[in-house]
Nanobody, 128 residues
């Protein structure tokens, strides 16, 4: 069973940058589509970005397009979310998620229900 551990969160001012990391331990995640979601206080969990198991295709929420970049490193079993030009509305707990059925899917999932493994979440706070 793959376990996901996020790191790299913190507090920065608006306009700043952060890089979140999600390390998958336990077994290779080479067949896993990987996603990032976030949940602001009082709001539902929302899709941020995802990448296919082979790294060929990515997907982004409209609110983060052009500012966030998702990449994966198969050697390090790690997926990264590079975030720049951060805004106060990006403040949330960010979650890494995995879908082990990557090769069977025509696209990455954008709904939380499409992922069955989750990290514990990490806080990102952007001050104005």
């Amino acid at each position: 069973q793959v376990q996901l551990v996020e790191s790299g969160g913190g507090s920065v001012q608006a306009g700043g940058a952060l890089r979140l990391s999600c390390v998958a331990s336990g077994r290779s995640f080479s067949n896993y589509n990987m996603g990032w979601f976030r949940q602001a206080r009082g709001k539902e969990r929302e899709f941020v970005s995802a990448i296919t198991w082979n790294g060929v295709s990515t997907e982004y929420a409209e609110s983060v397009k052009g500012r966030f970049t998702i990449v994966r490193d198969g050697v390090k079993n790690t997926v990264y979310l590079q975030m720049k030009s951060l805004k106060p509305e990006d403040t949330a707990v960010y979650y890494c998620a995995a879908d082990s059925l990557g090769p069977t899917k025509p696209r990455v999932g954008v709904l939380p229900s499409e992922y069955h493994l989750w990290g514990q979440g990490i806080q990102v706070t952007i001050s104005s």
